[in-house]
């Protein structure tokens, strides 16, 4: 068990578990894109990990990037997002694999994907390290995810709450939710 302002968190996933999981993705990832030279845009902050224990596995020709989006506060995701910012590499006609850390709402998502599309990629899909199916209603297809969660809210991995626990290994979930 850890605290984090205040609140308990409990072991949920393992590093090993999430290991795995990430291999899995990264086997799909390569067979979808071969020798395309896709482009991975990781949304800051929390994307950072799984950004990188993607692209280590990844054997095939690829760039990385990455894009922020501020747009959480606390337990609960507001549903308001900002602009997306840094996006300095050119898009049109290029594949692209936005990287989250998280898919909830998905509003996060929607907005960097509908930003992104305004700059005529080739193709766009989105690999998430989680996603909560429970809550996420969206109709954009989440093309890759490494491990669906229930709706808690979880930290480590990347992954904060009010800024601590991104460094925690594995997938700890808040107690008494
Ligand atoms: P969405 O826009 O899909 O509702 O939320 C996406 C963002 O909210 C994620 O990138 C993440 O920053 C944050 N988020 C959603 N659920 C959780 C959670 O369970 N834990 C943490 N730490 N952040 C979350």
């Known amino acids: 068990m850890v605290t984090l302002h205040g609140k308990n968190f409990e072991p949920f996933i393992s590093p090993q578990q999430l290991d795995a999981a990430i291999d899995a993705v990264a086997t799909k990832v390569a067979a979808r894109y071969g020798d395309s030279v896709p482009l991975f845009l990781g949304v800051l902050n929390g994307s950072y990990f799984f950004a990188s224990e993607l692209i280590k596995r990844l054997a095939i020709p690829c760039e990385i990037s990455f894009v922020k989006v501020a747009s959480y506060h606390g337990t609960v995701s507001s549903g308001t997002v900002r602009e997306l910012i840094g996006v300095q590499e050119r898009i049109a006609g290029r594949h692209v694999v936005v990287l989250e850390d998280i898919v909830d709402t998905g509003n996060t998502i929607t907005h960097v994907v509908e930003a992104l599309r305004e700059k005529s990629p080739a193709s766009i899909a989105i690999a998430s390290m989680l996603l909560k199916p429970d809550v996420y209603k969206k109709d954009l297809p989440v093309d890759f995810v490494a491990m669906e969660i229930p ?20 997938i700890y979930r808040i ?3």
């Open 151 to 170: 709706n808690v809210f979880v930290v480590g991995s990347g992954l904060d709450h009010d800024g601590l626990g991104r460094n925690l290994p594995g």
């Open 175 to 177: 107690n008494g939710h």
